[in-house]
């Protein structure tokens, strides 16, 4: 797993690091019971306190991305297929209100919007 950290970005490290790890398990990168670095050991690669990466962690186990057991380690938990799909709808969610705010700035009307959405799923299949 490579966990790229940006100082310039907007996002805090704890979060990129939390949305690196998530990614990872979405894409399969990660598998179930994968045993993640140690907090030290993460916090030393990317030379940042271990407390950002303490904190990444502890965000993800409190969503069940992943847990920890006392003296063996933190690994990543059994997929909760419900979770996945709550995440990816979040993110969907996220996409549809920017495109209602382009929409409205730009005058672009529902229907117009309601065809390009219509376009694309038939393209899928």
Do not use: C, H, W
Not at 77 to 104: G, H, M, R
């Amino acid at each position: 797993m490579n966990i790229i950290i940006s100082n310039n970005s907007s996002v805090p490290i704890f979060e990129q690091i939390e949305n690196a790890i998530k990614q990872a398990i979405f894409s399969n990168e990660l598998k179930e019971e994968e045993m993640l670095p140690s907090v030290r050991n993460l916090a030393n690669d990317l030379k940042i306190s271990f407390l950002t990466v303490k904190r990444a962690y502890d965000e993800l186990e409190k969503a069940g991305f992943i847990k920890s057991v006392q003296g063996k380690g933190t690994f990543v938990a059994p997929k909760n297929i419900e979770l996945i799909k709550e995440e990816k709808l979040k993110e969907i969610q996220d996409y549809i209100e920017k495109i209602y705010d382009i929409s409205k700035i730009s005058n672009i009307s529902e229907k117009e919007i309601k065809e390009l959405f219509k376009m694309i799923f038939e393209e899928d299949f």
